[in-house]
């Protein structure tokens, strides 16, 4: 069973609001990222149980780092899917106004 999605122009704050919220987790997760690495970094090779640990918790954000940037590119897609080129727009003002 497939569903049909019907996008126009009314969608495109919709689909800016998801991709500016989609951005923002994104930035948080690379964050997040960074200092779970130095934090593991920091931790004794002897601690293997911690280390373990801190690995399991950067694989996962990578995992949902991974997912957050297909969405992002996925919703930025439709949005340049619906959204009119410039030059679309150019020939929208000049078929209006005759120029």
Known sequence: MSDTI????????LLCGFLATFQAHIEELLIRFSRL??????VPESDSEL???MNILLWH???ELDWSIRAYETYRELRDMVQPSSSELAALWAGAYGL
Do not use: Q, V, Y
């Not at 690495?37 to 920091?42: F, G, K, P, Q």
């Open 51 to 53: 280390r373990r640990h």
């Open 6 to 13: 019907h996008l126009d122009t009314s969608h495109i704050p």
């Open 37 to 42: 690495s130095e934090l593991r970094d920091n």
């Open 61 to 63: 954000c990578s995992l």
